[in-house]
Antibody, heavy 123, light 107 residues
Framework: QVQLVQSGAEVKKPGASVKVSCKAS????????ISWVRQAPGHGLEWMGW????????NYAQELQGRVTMTTDTSTSTAYMELRSLRSDDTAVYYC????????????????WGQGTLVTVSS | DIQMTQSPSSLSASVGDRVTITCQAS??????LNWYQQRPGKAPKLLIY???NLETGVPSRFSGSGSGTDFTFTISGLQPEDIATYYC?????????FGQGTRLEIK
């Protein structure tokens, strides 16, 4: 069955970087795009970006451009999201999510989600 | 960016009730709309895609309709396990955007 297992909780100081991993299993990793979505405590869902290993393509939310990098390691079926220059308002649960359909050329519908990774930014 | 406006922001209903949530897009998004359920402390779950298609394994009491700018999500016969926050999401244009969520409680 499809599974996305994310790395554990992180505590970072303002200005630091964090890299969250998302290990996939149960499907052909390279043929599905992965979105990253975050949720600040008590708030709604915010789309951060999307990556396709098949097309070697990324799309990022404008407000995160320059601070976020999404990558994949096809040898281990793992997606990564790195966020730099962390601020207190980056404190959130970060989710990876797999596209519903294979070979999408951009972000669309997310049908499978990781369990979430809490990133806390505090001095 | 396309703004998605959900209403109501919260609602309380009884088991067995019919519950309706609306979502309005700031521009025409055709049927490029999804509905997600998020139970407390859990990841979101896809319920409806392409505005009206029920995801595999999702109970038939959930349904969606609409196109263009106005969409409706309905639970026909509310169950206790439906306690959650529900989000609409458009994927017509990047960035993908979500509604602010509707928190559903059981009376």
């Amino acid at each position: 069955q499809v599974q996305l297992v994310q790395s554990g909780a992180e505590v970072k100081k303002p200005g630091a970087s964090v890299k969250v991993s998302c290990k996939a299993s149960g499907f052909t990793f390279t043929t599905y795009g992965i979105s990253w979505v975050r949720q600040a405590p008590g708030h709604g869902l915010e789309w951060m970006g999307w990556i396709s290993a098949y097309y070697n393509n990324t799309n990022y939310a404008q407000e995160l451009q320059g601070r976020v990098t999404m990558t994949t390691d096809t040898s281990t079926s793992t997606a990564y999201m790195e966020l730099r220059s962390l601020r207190s308002d980056d404190t959130a649960v970060y989710y990876c999510a797999r596209d519903r359909n294979p070979l999408e050329t951009t972000a669309t519908t997310s049908a499978y989600w990781g369990q979430g990774t809490l990133v806390t930014v505090s001095s | 960016d396309i703004q998605m406006t959900q209403s109501p922001s919260s609602l309380s209903a009884s088991v067995g009730d019919r519950v309706t949530i609306t979502c309005q897009a700031s521009q025409d998004i055709s049927d490029y709309l999804n509905w997600y359920q998020q139970r407390p402390g859990k990841a979101p779950k896809l319920l409806i895609y392409d505005a009206s298609n029920l995801e595999t394994g999702v109970p038939s009491r959930f349904s969606g309709s609409g196109s263009g700018t106005d969409f409706t999500f309905t639970i026909s016969g509310l169950q206790p396990e439906d306690i959650a926050t529900y989000y609409c999401q458009q994927y017509d244009n990047l960035p993908l955007t979500f509604g602010q969520g509707t928190r559903l409680e059981i009376k």
